[in-house]
Structure formats: C-alpha cells, structure tokens
C-alpha cells in the first residue's frame, strides 16, 4: 500500500485571542494520497486555513502530527506551495519574474529559469503578458499567474486557500478548467479549500465537510463524476445537494 | 477563456520608466507659468504705486537686481555651492544611516519598541535645536552643521523605512518564505523592494528637513553658505538682497524635488501600481 503525501494525525490547534482561547482544530485526521485532489468544504471561520497553514509550515501544530510522505512538517518549503486568496504576488516583479521567483531563490540560473517561468506560463494561458505589471491584469489573470508561480516548482502537494472565491463565475469557471487541465498533465496532489458546495464537488475526488469551532471533519464524500467537470454539470449538483445537506447539519450541530 | 487583454502593449523591458509629458502636462506647466507671471506683475506694480517705502517692499525688479549683483560678485554662487554641498554630504549620511535604522526597527520587535518610539520622538525635535548641542561637541565647525544636517534626515528616513517595512502585507512575506526566500535573499528580494514605495516618500521628506535643518543652522552660524547670505543681507538692511537669497533658497528645493525626489516617487508608484494610478510627473 502506498503511503499517503499528505497525512494529519489527531491534530488540534488553538488561538490566543481577546475573548481568551479558540479550539480552531479539534482532533483532524485525514489522509491525502498521491495525486489525488482533496477538497475541504467549511463555513467561513471553520478552522480551514488554519489547516493549510499547518501542512504548510507556516504555523506548527499543538497536538498531533503533520507528515507529508511520512516526514514531520518543521517550516515552509517549495514542496509545499500555497495559492493564497489574494494572489501575494509581488507588484515590483513583471510577470514572468513573479513565476520565476522560487527559481530564483533556489539558484537557478537567469536563463533557465526565464525558459522554465515561459513554459509555466503557456499552461495558464499567459505567454503573452509575461512582460506586463501586475495592475495591468485583471484579478482572474493575476491568479493564474499565482497558480504558474507555484506549479513552475512542482510542488509535492498544492495547498489552494479558496483561491477563486474573489472572482466572478466566468472567470472562476475559466480557471476551473484550466486546474483540470493541469491536474491532467501534472498530476500534483492537491488540498484546496473553499466555502462555495459546487466548487468543492466539482473539483474534488474526495470532499470533506468541515463544522465549525472547533474544526473538524464531519462528513466525507467520493465524487466519481468524469473530467473535465463544469460546476453546472448533474453529478456534480447531485453531490453539491447532498454535501449541502451535510454542511447544514453541521453548522447546525455547532450552534 | 482569457482574460480582458485589456493592456495588449509591446513588450517592455526597462525597470522604472516615467510617463511621457503629455498635452495635459504641458498645460499644466503652462498655466503655471502664467500664473507666475500674473503674481510677478502684480507684485510688482503694487510696490511701484509708492503706498510704502521701497527699502520695505521693493519691487520684484530691485530683487532681480540684487540677485544679479550678488551672482556677479561671486557671494552667491559661493554660498550655494557651499549650501548644496554640505547638504549632499549630510543628507548622503543621514540617508545611509536611516536606512540602516529603518530596516532594524522594521525587522526586529525589540528595536522598533525602543528605538522606534526614540526616533519618533526625535523626529519631532526641529533638528535646528541640535545645533547648540552640536556647536559645544564640535566646536565652530563644518563638522557641527553636517550634524545638524544629518540629524534633520535621519530620523525622517528611519521612520518612513520602518513603517513601510511593517505595513507590508503579510501574505507577502508568507509567500516569499514559501516559495523558498530566507536571510539575506529574503531581505533583497522581499523586505527592501516591498517597502521602497514608501522609503521613496521618507526619502523626499528627508531632503526637505535636511534643506530646513542647513538654511537654520547657516543663519545661526556660519561664515559662509545660502543662510550666511540672509543674514548678511539683514545684517546691511539690504531686503532685496534677503529676498533674492530667499527665492535661491526655494528654487534650490523645487528644483530638488522636481528632477528627482518627485520623479522618483511616481515611478516607484506606477511600477507598484500604488498610490494613483495615473500618477503625472510634477511639472
């Protein structure tokens, strides 16, 4: 049996606030397997970042384990790439350096790492605008360049911080297709957080249902529909329905 | 699928370019110039209608007369160059040494709580009143007004640096470290260009206190320079002449701030996309 990429074990992670302690995760376990794409469904406020930010380093757990392929997590690292909300591009870089910039810190030389920033950007669709300065891309262009600016490291797993949820449907359904596509060729395991149902089942293999404070994993549900999927497709209403259902009985049970 | 190819330009390669003066601009200038022209006039009618004693309100022309005259006997052109010189020395020290000050307090708690709250205290100070201070440690020296010059910027550029460095967004820094910047690549590449929109405006406001600091610190003491000239001009009850060296004064720091602090500052804006977005060269 093959080990999982992704794997937390009875995690729980608590914030110091005004109002005293928060339990942001309770005791969350999951399992995330090579290649596979793993959606984490939550009302906002569930603890969802917080459990991006732990696989990606950026915050250590209290309790429980975080591995990826069977190693502790210790700091952020290149092998573990979020796509933040907001994009967090950096305005003073053009495009094409905004992609290259993990290769840049890694050492890569000019050349090579403008030829591989160049080839990243041709599968989001960006080729041409390689040169231009951020505020002169629409938001949704901004974010394929975030997703480039990842995939150009091939990252062991893709941590996605419900990236589209600033877009409208027409872009968002653009860039849906575009992460399939890339799924399709790249295979990177993916964990990819969001409050939208319908995104969650379109893109997920697997769905977990978060509940809120403290966070946990309620439900969890298989989406076998074919790829390339669309939001608007019946299967994925189908699961949306009955996730919906799910995300009710736990916001619910939480109040 | 795309998106809008809203902005389908040429490639471009340059790394800070500036907006080409346009129609708009140049009728900027031009109603400037008029308007100057207009309060010039005016000016100088009104001191020729003899309503007061000319020796209190010359005329603007008696003030080009004595701008004339000191430019002809060399007294001005020896009091900018030594006015603008120790300018660029003092500011060129003040502006590595806020720099360095700038970037500590931005990325170390414990400086910010307590240098930063000194340096923000001693921005207050008008950098002037270092000049006693300055006189009884270095004597009557050109060493006592580059102080007090060096004082003037500073703090302004320290302040500037280091609430540049903690307004940037934390997702930035988060991304960079993400994406493998640590030390001194984190510095250079996230922390120093994230936060030059603001340094640029520390930068500017500096060489303005630094511009004060000196003229101050020249009228109190000095033998030489722009402020020696002032109140060498007062000391001859010659107003033509204090006026003469005010507008030199003036000159000096438009001309600073148009050719290279302002320009500076809306191109870091227009790379950045801060600030306003159609950002005009000062005219």
């Given at each position: 049996?093959?080990?999982p990429?992704?794997?937390?074990?009875?995690v729980?992670?608590?914030?110091?606030?005004?109002?005293?302690?928060?339990l942001?995760?309770?005791d969350?376990?999951?399992?995330?397997m090579p290649?596979?794409?793993?959606?984490?469904?939550?009302?906002s406020?569930?603890g969802?970042?917080t459990?991006?930010n732990?696989?990606?380093g950026?915050?250590?757990p209290?309790e429980?384990?975080?591995l990826?392929?069977?190693?502790?997590?210790?700091?952020?690292?290149?092998?573990?790439l979020?796509m933040?909300q907001?994009g967090?591009l950096?305005?003073?870089?053009?495009?094409?350096?905004?992609v290259?910039?993990?290769?840049?810190?890694q050492?890569?030389?000019k050349?090579?790492?403008?030829?591989?920033a160049?080839?990243?950007?041709?599968?989001?669709?960006l080729?041409q605008f390689?040169?231009h300065?951020?505020?002169?891309?629409s938001?949704?262009?901004?974010?394929?360049?975030?997703l480039?600016?990842?995939?150009?490291?091939?990252?062991?797993?893709?941590?996605m911080d419900?990236?589209?949820?600033?877009l409208?449907?027409?872009?968002?359904d653009?860039?849906h297709?575009t992460?399939?596509e890339?799924?399709a060729?790249?295979?990177?395991?993916?964990?990819?957080?969001t409050?939208n149902i319908?995104?969650?089942?379109?893109?997920?293999?697997?769905?977990?249902?978060?509940s809120?404070r403290?966070?946990?994993?309620?439900?969890?549900?298989e989406v076998?529909?074919?790829r390339?999927?669309?939001?608007e497709?019946?299967p994925?209403m189908?699961?949306?329905?009955?996730?919906?259902?799910?995300?009710?009985?736990?916001?619910?049970?939480?109040? | 699928?795309m998106?809008?190819?809203?902005?389908?330009?040429?490639?471009?390669?340059s790394?800070?370019?500036?907006?080409?003066?346009?129609?708009?601009?140049?009728?900027h200038?031009g109603?400037?110039?008029l308007?100057?022209?207009?309060?010039?006039?005016?000016w100088?009618?009104l001191?020729?209608?003899?309503?007061?004693?000319?020796?209190?309100?010359?005329?603007?022309?008696?003030?080009?007369?004595?701008l004339?005259?000191?430019?002809?006997?060399g007294?001005?052109?020896a009091?900018?160059?030594?006015?603008?010189m120790?300018?660029?020395?003092?500011?060129?020290?003040g502006?590595?040494?806020?720099?360095?000050?700038?970037?500590?307090?931005?990325?170390?708690?414990?400086?910010?709580?307590?240098l930063g709250?000194?340096?923000?205290?001693?921005?207050?100070?008008?950098?002037?009143?270092?000049?006693?201070l300055?006189?009884i440690?270095?004597?009557?020296?050109?060493?006592?007004?580059?102080?007090?010059?060096?004082?003037?910027t500073?703090f302004?550029?320290a302040?500037?640096?280091?609430?540049?460095?903690?307004q940037?967004?934390h997702?930035?820094?988060r991304?960079?470290r993400?994406?493998?910047?640590?030390g001194?690549?984190?510095?250079?590449?996230?922390?120093?260009?994230a936060?030059?929109?603001?340094?640029?405006?520390?930068?500017?406001?500096?060489?303005?206190?630094?511009?004060?600091?000196l003229?101050?610190a020249?009228?109190?003491y000095?033998?030489?320079?722009?402020g020696?000239?002032?109140?060498?001009?007062?000391?001859?009850?010659d107003?033509?002449l204090?006026?003469?060296?005010m507008?030199?004064?003036v000159?000096?720091?438009l001309?600073?701030?148009?050719?290279?602090?302002?320009?500076?500052?809306?191109?870091?804006?227009?790379?950045?996309?801060?600030?306003?977005r159609?950002a005009?060269?000062?005219a």
């Open positions: 049996m093959t080990e990429r992704v794997e937390l074990r009875q729980s992670k608590t914030y110091d606030t005004q109002q005293g302690h928060t942001a995760l309770r969350v376990s999951l399992r995330v290649g596979e794409i793993v959606t984490i469904l939550g009302p406020g569930c969802k970042s459990l991006l732990l696989v990606a950026f915050e250590p209290e429980g384990e975080v990826i392929d069977g190693q502790p997590v210790e700091s952020p690292a290149p092998d573990r979020v933040f907001e967090a950096f305005p003073w870089l053009r495009v094409h350096d905004n290259a910039f993990g290769l840049r810190m050492g890569v030389g050349a090579e790492r403008r030829a591989q160049m080839e990243q950007l041709k599968t989001v669709g080729e390689s040169h300065l951020l505020h002169e891309l938001v949704g262009m901004r974010q394929r360049v975030a480039a600016r990842a995939l150009v490291m091939h990252p062991r797993v893709l941590l419900e990236p589209f949820a600033a409208d449907a027409q872009t968002r653009g860039l297709a992460l399939q890339l799924w060729s790249a295979g990177t395991t993916t964990l990819f957080v409050h319908r995104e969650a089942a379109c893109l997920g293999d697997r769905v977990l249902v978060m809120p403290p966070g946990t994993i309620v439900a969890e549900r076998h529909a074919e390339p999927r669309h939001i497709d019946d994925v189908q699961v949306a329905r009955s996730l919906r259902q799910e995300l009710h009985a736990a916001v619910e049970a939480a109040a | 699928m998106g809008d190819p809203r902005h389908a330009q040429p490639l471009r390669r790394t800070l370019r500036l907006p080409r003066p346009d129609r708009a601009w140049w009728k200038l109603a400037g110039v308007f100057l022209l207009l309060l010039f006039g005016g100088e009618a001191a020729r209608m003899g309503f007061w004693p000319r020796y209190l309100v010359p005329a603007f022309t008696d003030v080009l007369r004595a004339w005259g000191t430019a002809q006997s007294g001005l052109v009091g900018l160059a030594a006015s603008v120790r300018l660029v020395l003092g500011y060129g020290i502006l590595v040494l806020g720099l360095g000050l700038g970037l500590w307090m931005g990325r170390s708690r414990i400086a910010e709580s307590t709250s000194v340096a923000l205290g001693l921005q207050a100070l008008p950098s002037v009143a270092w000049l006693p300055a006189l440690w270095f004597g009557l020296s050109e060493t006592a007004i580059t102080f007090v010059v060096v004082m003037g500073v302004a550029i302040v500037a640096t280091s609430t540049a460095i903690h940037t967004p997702t930035w820094e991304a960079a993400n994406l493998g910047a640590r001194h690549a984190l510095l250079l590449h996230l922390t120093l260009p936060a030059l929109p603001g340094i640029a405006m520390g930068m500017k406001q500096g060489w303005s206190f630094a511009w004060r600091s003229i101050a020249e009228m109190v000095s033998t030489v320079g722009l020696h000239l002032l109140m060498f001009g007062r000391e001859l009850n107003l033509p204090v006026m003469a060296v507008l030199v004064i000159a000096v720091g001309a600073a701030d148009r050719l290279a602090f302002g320009r500076l500052e809306v191109a870091v804006q227009r790379r950045w996309g801060v600030g306003r159609d005009k060269l000062p």
